[in-house]
């Protein structure tokens, strides 16, 4: 695989506010032998008109992310295959960095997916996910070879929050070789309020359940209010009394609206 193609796959729901960022960082990354693939969720915004001006594939699916990677992955024929969201903007050597990595003998990576935005809340996430950096319990590959993402089973199309975990986490099992790799993804739709991060952790919440109960080892790492890794960023946190407050205020609201979600339980479209 001395230039092997890899399958872009987006999967994407009215994000017309960050889209055409992120399929330009792709567009511009130094590495140039790339297929690009996006399924859409019947997006009611100018999502899908943007999309169909970087790929020819371009396809609608519903109901979930899950169901949407697959349908991707089944479309797509590169030899290494990369997920990404509608939100991210890639630095433009990342994917030439990851087809180097897997060059040296890895099956799968995970890159440090870092929040950027304005506003308090958009700068505790970029701590939250800062203190991820390099952690080999909060972590998910997204850039694999092909025939790992097939050997595994692909996404369980029945999870809706923690499926790239479960992802994780299989192939973990399956004794294949991971490592991190020195590339960044920048998030670029980071809730802007709390009533933002209310409705975002409240609907993963509704089905956190079926995760938990599939990787019930591995999540009672995962699903606590204090995290080890936030012993990382208690420094910088403190060196800012507002930031601290906050980040343990969007913790709470985060819990809170998780828990909420489970006492709720999963919508009937989702049962």
Same mark, same amino acid.
């Given at each position: 695989?001395?230039?092997?193609?890899?399958?872009?796959?987006?999967?994407?729901?009215?994000?017309?506010?960050?889209?055409?960022?992120?399929?330009?960082?792709?567009?511009?990354?130094?590495?140039?032998?790339?297929?690009?693939?996006?399924?859409?969720?019947?997006?009611?915004?100018?999502?899908?008109?943007?999309?169909?001006?970087?790929?020819?594939?371009?396809?609608?699916?519903?109901?979930?992310?899950?169901?949407?990677?697959?349908?991707?992955?089944?479309?797509?024929?590169?030899?290494?295959?990369?997920?990404?969201?509608?939100?991210?903007?890639?630095?433009?050597?990342?994917?030439?960095?990851?087809?180097?990595?897997?060059?040296?003998?890895?099956?799968?990576?995970? !890159? @440090? &997916? =870092?929040? *950027?935005?304005? +506003?308090?809340?958009?700068?505790?996430?970029?701590?939250?996910? /800062?203190?991820?950096?390099?952690?080999?319990?909060?972590?998910?590959?997204?850039?694999?070879?092909?025939?790992?993402?097939?050997?595994?089973?692909?996404?369980?199309?029945?999870?809706?929050?923690?499926?790239?975990?479960? !992802? @994780? &986490? =299989?192939? *973990?099992?399956? +004794?294949?070789?991971?490592?991190?790799?020195?590339?960044?993804? /920048?998030?670029?739709?980071?809730?802007?309020?709390?009533?933002?991060?209310?409705?975002?952790?409240?609907?993963?919440?509704?089905?956190?359940?079926?995760?938990?109960?599939?990787?019930?080892?591995?999540?009672?790492?995962?699903?606590?209010?204090?995290?080890?890794?936030?012993?990382?960023?208690?420094?910088?946190?403190?060196?800012?009394?507002?930031?601290?407050?906050?980040?343990?205020?969007?913790?709470?609201?985060?819990?809170?609206?998780?828990?909420?979600?489970?006492?709720?339980?999963?919508?009937?479209?989702?049962?």
């Amino acid at each position: 695989m001395s230039n092997p193609l890899v399958s872009v796959i987006i999967a994407c729901k009215n994000n017309e506010k960050y889209i055409e960022k992120c399929l330009q960082s792709v567009k511009d990354q130094t590495y140039k032998n790339i297929e690009l693939i996006i399924v859409d969720n019947f997006s009611n915004d100018q999502t899908p008109q943007i999309a169909q001006r970087y790929t020819e594939h371009f396809y609608q699916l519903g109901p979930e992310r899950s169901t949407q990677f697959n349908f991707g992955f089944k479309k797509s024929h590169g030899e290494l295959i990369y997920r990404i969201g509608a939100e991210f903007v890639l630095e433009p050597d990342l994917i030439e960095k990851c087809v180097k990595k897997i060059a040296d003998g890895y099956d799968a990576l995970a !890159l @440090h &997916n =870092r929040s *950027v935005g304005e +506003g308090i809340w958009a700068r505790v996430r970029y701590f939250e996910r /800062e203190s991820y950096r390099g952690s080999n319990s909060v972590v998910a590959v997204r850039f694999m070879k092909r025939s790992v993402f097939e050997n595994v089973g692909m996404f369980d199309e029945k999870l809706v929050a923690g499926e790239d975990f479960d !992802l @994780h &986490n =299989r192939i *973990v099992a399956a +004794g294949y070789k991971w490592a991190h790799v020195d590339a960044v993804e /920048e998030h670029i739709g980071e809730p802007k309020t709390l009533k933002e991060v209310w409705h975002k952790f409240y609907y993963y919440g509704r089905t956190i359940k079926r995760y938990h109960e599939k990787n019930k080892t591995v999540s009672k790492k995962q699903m606590v209010f204090f995290r080890p890794s936030y012993l990382k960023i208690q420094k910088d946190l403190l060196s800012s009394p507002k930031l601290f407050l906050a980040f343990y205020l969007y913790l709470f609201v985060k819990n809170l609206a998780g828990l909420c979600g489970v006492l709720k339980g999963p919508p009937e479209s989702l049962k």
